[in-house]
């Protein structure tokens, strides 16, 4: 016999576990971004791949996140501030992740150590 409550619960748990780590990530990308640190990723090179965007793209957008830092209204503390929490919600986010592993190999790795 299938436990329709219990497999709710789990359901339930699961949505608010990926909505809480998605989030606190997507809120700590922004967060970063407003403190004038926008993250770019340059592509990686692959050999024999086609090169998705070019040196020169990479250094447009370079210097579009420059000019939009400069275009901030933020003063230096509020900026500061922006990070710190930009760092907060990665903190959370991380810790969220390692929580739930530790909810489903805890115990285990717990016996495994002693």
């Known amino acids: 016999m299938i436990d329709w409550f219990a497999f709710l619960l ?3 748990t699961a949505m608010i576990g990926t909505v809480v ?5 997507s809120f700590g990308v922004r967060l970063l971004t407003i403190s004038g640190r ?10 024999d791949a086609i090169t998705v965007v070019t040196p020169a793209e990479i250094r447009q957008a370079e210097k579009r996140a420059a ?9 230096d503390g509020q900026k500061r ?8 919600c990665f903190i959370v986010s991380g810790l969220a992740v390692i929580y739930g592993l530790y909810l489903i190999v805890g115990e285990h790795v717990i016996k495994l150590f002693t």
């Open 67 to 75: 000019k939009a830092a400069k275009k901030s209204p933020l003063s």
């Open 81 to 88: 501030a922006a990070l710190v929490g930009a760092w907060v």
């Open 38 to 47: 926008t993250p770019i990723v340059t592509p990686a090179e692959f050999t």
């Open 10 to 12: 789990v359901f339930v």
């Open 21 to 25: 780590v998605v989030s606190a990530y």
